[in-house]
């Protein structure tokens, strides 16, 4: 579980001083699916960062499971990141010279795997967002959509306890977005993830369980009529008149 408290972040940039986030409260409970939107620059990727331990708050604190990532040592937070957080970006950031498998493995080098099980879980992470056939593949010889899918099965290769996801169809159109937004969606109850993901895609943001609006640092919560319960894809679809995405 997630608990934020008072998460003030300030960026200085020579004399002048920005206030990304302005006292962010905020629960987040094991299994929930959070989205966050917002107009740019309101400090979506800021909140992010501090729930995934990429940085740190000036002021306030960020709680996983009693754990504080806003004091703890670099190389706890470090160790805390490898082992329970994925997080997947708009721009899939791949390295270009790594292959698919490669780049998948890359997500347990810090974990201590050894060469053949990094090998054999990163082909299986491949195998479950659907490119069991593209082991060998540079991402510049893969689509978009294809990348992202890369993408995903490094961030959850290490079975994470949390997925983050920075506008992670951003890149795409609107089919693909749909692909992407279907495997995510699926993952994320398969595997009881809590997924917390930035989009500034309004039919993603109106799909979701509880919605965190922020604007100019200031966070708002919408429980959109499904409290916090667990429930499947298809009963959303249900719900929503199987309009998809
Ligand atoms: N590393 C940084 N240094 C200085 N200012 C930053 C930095 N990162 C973000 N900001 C500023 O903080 C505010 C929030 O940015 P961000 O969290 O990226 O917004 P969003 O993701 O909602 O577009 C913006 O005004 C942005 O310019
Ligand atoms: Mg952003």
């Not at 806003?70 to 970006?89: P, V």
């Not at 997924?195 to 895609?201: G, L």
């Amino acid at each position: 579980m997630y608990k934020l408290t008072g998460v003030t972040k300030r960026y200085s940039r020579g004399k002048e001083t920005v206030e990304a986030l302005r006292g962010v409260d905020l629960t987040i409970e094991d299994g929930d699916q959070l989205v966050i939107q917002g107009p740019t620059g309101g400090g979506k990727s800021t909140l992010l960062q501090m729930i995934g331990g990429l940085d740190r708050p000036s002021e306030g604190s960020v709680e996983l499971d009693g754990v504080n990532l806003a004091t703890i040592s670099e190389a706890k937070l470090t160790r805390l990141r490898a082992e329970k957080i994925g997080i997947i970006f708009q721009s899939f950031n791949l390295i270009p010279t790594l292959t698919a498998q490669e780049n998948v493995e890359t997500a347990l080098v810090p974990l201590g795997v050894k060469p053949a099980e990094r090998r054999e879980r990163a082909a299986e992470a491949l195998s479950s967002v659907g490119l069991g056939d593209r082991l060998k593949h540079a991402p510049s010889e893969l689509s978009g959509g294809q990348q992202q899918r890369v993408a995903i099965a490094r961030a959850l290769v290490k079975k994470p306890k949390v997925l983050l996801a920075d506008e992670p169809t951003g890149n795409l159109d609107e089919g693909t977005r749909d692909d992407i937004m279907g495997l995510l969606e699926g993952l994320w109850h398969e595997y009881g993830l809590t997924f917390i993901m930035v989009t500034h895609d309004s039919s993603i943001a109106r799909r979701a369980p509880r919605l965190a609006t922020i604007k100019a640092g200031q966070i708002t919560l919408t429980e959109q009529g499904r409290g916090n319960g667990r429930f499947t894809p298809q009963q959303q679809y249900a719900e929503q008149g199987n309009q998809g995405y």
